[in-house]
Antibody
Framework: QVHLQESGPGLVKPSQTLSLTCTVS??????????WSWIRQPAGKGLEWIGR???????HYNPSLQSRVTISLDTSKNQFSLRLSSVSAADTAMYYC??????????????WGQGTLVTVST | QSVLTQPPSVSGAPGQRVTISCTGSSSNIGTGYDVHWYQQVPGTAPKLLINGHNNRPSGVPDRFSASRSGTSASLIITGLQAEDEADYHC????????????FGGGTKLTVL
């Protein structure tokens, strides 16, 4: 069954760029039919969708983050990545990657990676 | 402030029935967009519980069900068990502000 694993630095300085990678196993991200999403969760708070990418490279971003977010694919490594620029303490959160199942007008997330904690601090 | 509103906490005794509400608006649930539910045990990642088509992934007991009406949706848990103690999140889509996946703020379920 498909498995997702996030990786990347756990500490990022303010104003710098956060970069994370999600490695997918037991499924090909280029096989089509799914989006691949990033979602984050500040400690003790709710979930926030960051954005998603389709196998074609088509992306959709949360309008509140759109100016700072880039999601990309590396099909040769079966990975997709997140870059979030100009980070501040407000970007400190657990970051999850997830397979995004689109059916009809809406989509759901299944499965999720285990998450990786990113702290923005000097 | 989440686009979808959930109660911060609910509780129930073993064997009881509990309901967790998810209130939206005319630009999300009220438009007819599906509502999906996730379970998150503390310290772990969320897990899909029920999708908007009322389908449960393999391994999710049929004690969990969902409903919707107007601009709201509900997760219903019957025969409450200690292992159900977790955070529950609703998720839908909002057509305002350019369109966006939206979540509720999450509800902490305590089994007494």
């Amino acid at each position: 069954q498909v498995h997702l694993q996030e990786s990347g630095p756990g500490l990022v300085k303010p104003s710098q760029t956060l970069s994370l990678t999600c490695t997918v196993s037991n499924d090909s991200i280029s096989s089509g039919g799914y989006y691949w999403s990033w979602i984050r969760q500040p400690a003790g708070k709710g979930l926030e969708w960051i954005g998603r990418i389709f196998t074609s490279g088509l992306t959709h971003y949360n309008p509140s983050l759109q100016s700072r977010v880039t999601i990309s694919l590396d099909t040769s490594k079966n990975q997709f990545s997140l870059r979030l620029s100009s980070v501040s303490a407000a970007d400190t959160a657990m970051y999850y990657c997830a397979r995004d199942v689109l059916m009809g007008a809406t989509d759901w997330f299944d499965p999720w990676g285990q998450g990786t904690l990113v702290t923005v601090s000097t | 402030q989440s686009v979808l509103t959930q109660p911060p906490s609910v509780s129930g005794a073993p064997g009881q029935r509990v309901t967790i509400s998810c209130t939206g608006s005319s630009s999300n649930i009220g438009t007819g967009y599906d509502v999906h539910w996730y379970q998150q045990v503390p310290g772990t990642a969320p897990k899909l519980l029920i999708n908007g088509h009322n389908n449960r992934p393999s391994g999710v007991p049929d004690r969990f069900s969902a409903s919707r009406s107007g601009t709201s949706a509900s997760l219903i848990i019957t025969g409450l068990q200690a292992e159900d103690e977790a955070d529950y999140h609703c998720q839908s889509y909002d057509s305002g502000l350019g369109g966006c996946v939206v979540f509720g703020g999450g509800t902490k379920l305590t089994v007494l």
